[in-house]
């Protein structure tokens, strides 16, 4: 028996069409639908926060988590059929668009890292660090500092940038190209990526584009 609700369902669901990688991440699908309602908060479009528990990971939806780990192939089809039906109602395409490319330019442990920081969390720590479970988070506790960053999340990438980029990820480090750059790449470009994503020093997401004036060389920025 599937517990999530039809919205939480058909937010999964874009994710599962749109961005599988992110969806097959038991923290990420997280991280992405707690940043969507953040988003339609801030932006001052209907969400939801009903359900939203605090663990040492950061906000979840406990239903969402026991559907995904437990009932997985249920909640597949359930979450790819509510997409289907109540996409139109649910899903803000100027929104989940950048909270995607959010998520799929940050790691798991740089996204719960951060949701560490909003007060929506925080305010529950000693509680939730205390080992009390499924400590309850309220939408009241969503301050002005919580919806600031959110609106800095959003401000941060153009609709025009997001469908000319390309994400690669190599462990923990995530780098950004223009599809043209993407899809240039050679076999041996792809080893130097692999090899940076090596380094200690690198902070996600890191853009990468060709040298014009020397084929074959990757410009760090």
Sequence with gaps: MINSNIRKLTIAGWLRENDYASYDEPMKIQKFIFFYECACNTRG????????????????????????TKERDEFDI???NQY?????????????QKID??????????LSNLTHTMNIWKCKKDRILAGEREVPLSSV???????????????????????DSKVIQYGNTIFVLSNNDANSL???QMDTLQELANLEDLENPVYISMDPEKKGRLLVD
Excluded at 101 to 110: D, L, R
Excluded at 147 to 159: F, P, R
């Design 141 to 163: 506790d969503f301050n002005l500092k919580d919806k600031e960053m959110v609106d800095k999340i959003l401000s941060a990438y153009s609709e025009e940038m997001i469908k």
């Design 45 to 68: 479009y209907d969400y939801d926060f009903s359900s939203l528990k605090g663990y040492k990971n950061g906000p979840v939806f406990s239903p969402v988590w026991g559907d995904y």
């Design 78 to 80: 359930a979450a790819n």
């Design 186 to 188: 050679s076999p041996e």
């Design 84 to 96: 289907k039906i109540n996409q139109e109602k649910y899903i803000i395409p100027e929104i989940i």
């Design 101 to 110: 490319f959010f998520i799929k330019t940050c790691n798991s442990i740089e």
